[in-house]
């Protein structure tokens, strides 16, 4: 018998960041897998190692210098090994001059993911680390292969790029301008994604509510999911993310008449201070926030409302941080990712000159979790007694005798059950509220 198992090559990818990436990366795996590689879980073993980065924070650019070098440590035992760096960190010409004689053999832009099998081959002939990174987007790429993780929930991307320039923010300069996918391949994608057995899907754009401008047929964001909730399979429609200036009626009313859309609104508030809101070039108030969250709570029941915060914005004073405190309290949060502000090279509020100290940003980030924290344990306490619809997505990560699943809100929730529910819809009571998760028991 022929040994083939050295010849097979073997792949891992490092994902870092957002559900895009994480989207990204299931293509980068697909595209890669066509060239015959097979993936392995030890990057100790491949013979590709790909970086998908994200460049969103100062502490996200760090974990992946960290892990640069040590996979370059590998290069010592197998010559052949090749680094490809992509995502949003290749897009900067700031890490572009770092990464010169670090051993990264192809570095490949976010607008540049479908070249990757040629720019493999080439690099697996010539030594000298290849450079492929576009400043702008091209069009829309669609029909590459991808390799999705599992078979109950899929993310589907509805648009590319960012038109918002909010003034901390790196993702324009990443992601190239805005662009959509035409709905028909969107709706072609999820009938697929639906005959394979999937579930929910979750529709994916940095701002969505701005989907379809610039199609040939302008379509809007509320009408794709009047034409999503049509497709026989799905159970579940999830989206993110929306940006308060243009969370339209039109959308509030499509989130409330399509069964399948779930009632759970991402729509970050990033600050709580008009003055900072300007800053950040946000293009809203504090009073546009509570006067659109109050009506989406009015015209959809239940409707859970989360969002992201930044504190340590350039110029934010004590008065400014409590202006976001004052607008958790006000708003109620079912929960909220909370950042400190990272200096992001090339943006404008990199410019501005009142940075905030650390120690501050530190002391902020905490009074504003223990707030957030108390209102989210107190929104789920709640819910005690309450049986809700769930999606049971499989067994629980700290308990693999339980299973988890999540509420139409997004909330997740651990309980018992037999295995065979995973991937279906069950009612459980809630027995008792957390923080982060609510456990349950299963009402067949
Ligand atoms: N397009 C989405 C997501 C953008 S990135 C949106 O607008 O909501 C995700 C979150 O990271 C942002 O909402 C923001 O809260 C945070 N973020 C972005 N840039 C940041 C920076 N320079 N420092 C700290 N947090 C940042
Ligand atoms: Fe960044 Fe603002 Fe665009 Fe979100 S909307 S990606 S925060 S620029
Ligand atoms: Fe990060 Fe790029 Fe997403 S910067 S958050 S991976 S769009």
Same mark, same amino acid.
């Given at each position: 018998m022929v040994d083939y198992s050295e010849e097979i090559k073997k792949y891992h990818i490092l994902t870092y960041g957002c559900q895009m990436n994480v989207r990204d990366s299931e293509i980068i795996a697909g595209l890669v897998e066509s060239m015959g590689y097979i993936e392995t879980n030890s990057p100790s073993d491949a013979d590709l190692v790909i970086f998908n980065t994200c460049s969103v924070r100062h502490s996200a650019e760090n974990k992946v210098y960290g892990k640069l070098g040590e996979i370059n440590k590998f290069k010592k035992n197998n010559k052949e090994l090749l680094i490809a760096f992509g995502g949003c960190?290749?897009?900067l010409n700031e890490v572009q001059q770092k990464l010169?004689?670090?051993?990264?053999d192809i570095l490949f832009g976010t607008h540049n993911v479908h070249e990757l099998p040629r720019l493999i081959e080439e690099a697996n002939q010539e030594k000298n680390p290849i450079l492929r990174v576009w400043d702008k987007e091209g069009t829309v790429v669609e029909s590459l292969p991808s390799k999705r993780k599992e078979g109950i929930s899929a993310f589907v991307n509805i648009m590319y790029g960012c038109n918002n320039f909010c003034s901390y923010c790196i993702v324009p300069y990443t992601r190239g301008r805005e662009r959509s996918r035409e709905p028909q391949d969107i709706v072609a994608e999820i009938k697929e994604l639906a005959e394979l057995g999937y579930k929910e899907v979750t529709l994916l754009g940095q701002n969505v509510n701005s989907y379809g401008k610039g199609l040939q047929n302008e379509t809007d964001f509320s009408r794709l999911l009047y034409k999503v909730n049509?497709?026989?399979?799905?159970?579940r429609i999830r989206f993110t993310t929306s940006h308060p200036k243009d969370m339209s009626d039109n959308l509030i009313d499509a989130i409330r008449n399509?069964? #399948?859309?779930?009632?759970h609104i991402h729509v970050p508030l990033q600050a709580g201070s008009n003055k900072v809101l300007k800053l950040m070039n946000r293009n809203y108030t504090r009073d546009h926030y509570l006067e659109l969250t109050k009506r989406m709570r009015d015209r959809i029941p239940g409707v859970s409302i989360t969002s992201d915060l930044i504190v340590?914005?350039?110029?934010?004073?004590e008065q400014d941080f409590e202006d976001t405190l004052d607008m958790v309290d006000k708003v109620k949060f079912d929960a909220a990712f909370t950042f400190m502000y990272s200096v992001r090279t090339g943006t404008k509020a990199a410019s501005l000159e009142e940075q905030i100290e650390l120690e501050t940003k530190k002391e902020r980030l905490n009074r504003l979790n223990k707030l957030q924290y108390s209102i989210a344990t107190e929104i789920n306490k709640s819910l005690e007694g309450k049986t809700v619809e769930i999606l049971v997505e499989g067994?629980? #990560?700290?308990?693999?005798e339980r299973l988890t699943g999540r509420t139409r809100c997004n909330r997740i929730i651990i309980f018992s059950g037999s295995k065979d529910l995973i991937g279906q819809l069950i009612n459980v009571r809630i027995e008792e509220g957390k923080t982060f998760s609510l456990f349950g028991d299963y009402v067949s």
């Open positions: 960190m290749a897009q010169k004689n670090t051993g990264v049509e497709i026989n399979g799905i159970e399509n069964n #399948k859309v779930c009632e340590g914005f350039p110029g934010e004073t067994t629980s #990560k700290t308990n693999t």
